[in-house]
């Protein structure tokens, strides 16, 4: 198992950027795929990124290609969102969630640990 916990959101602007961070615990981290998601009020859980445990694949959901990165850091422990140009659109609670399976997925069923999630705020 995985233990996750993130930071970092908050309120910008729009067009504004932000980074969130996940911390991770257990040995497992080393080889797990990570991904973020995000939660709308009244919405689906939407996959936004993930990224596998070597750190040389990515994965991005469409509304949010090309402006925000993932990335991580095993020697941390850590796997960042870097997110930029944000939108209105983007406001939800964002979580880290690892996977500890092979494979990168886009599919929240498919991650077995999950954080607290990290609230971001885009004004308009």
């Known amino acids: 198992q995985v233990q996750l916990v993130e930071s970092g959101g908050g309120l910008v602007q729009a067009g504004g950027s932000l980074r969130l961070s996940c911390a991770a615990s257990?040995?497992?981290?080393?080889?797990?795929?990570m991904g973020w998601f995000r939660r709308a009020p009244r919405q689906e859980r939407e996959f936004v990124a993930a990224?596998?445990?070597?750190?040389?694949?990515?994965r991005y959901g469409d509304s949010v290609n090309g402006r925000f990165t993932i990335s991580r850091d095993n020697a941390k422990r850590t796997v960042s969102l870097q997110m930029n140009s944000l939108k209105p659109d983007d406001t939800a609670l964002y979580y880290c969630?690892?996977?500890?399976?092979?494979?990168?997925?886009?599919?929240?069923?498919?991650?077995?640990?999950w954080g607290q999630g990290t609230q971001v705020t885009v004004s308009s």
């Open positions: 257990g040995r497992a981290f080393d080889y797990a795929v």
């Open positions: 969630a690892a996977r500890t399976s092979p494979g990168i997925s886009n599919s929240p069923d498919d991650f077995a640990s």
């Open positions: 990224i596998s445990g070597t750190g040389t694949v990515t």
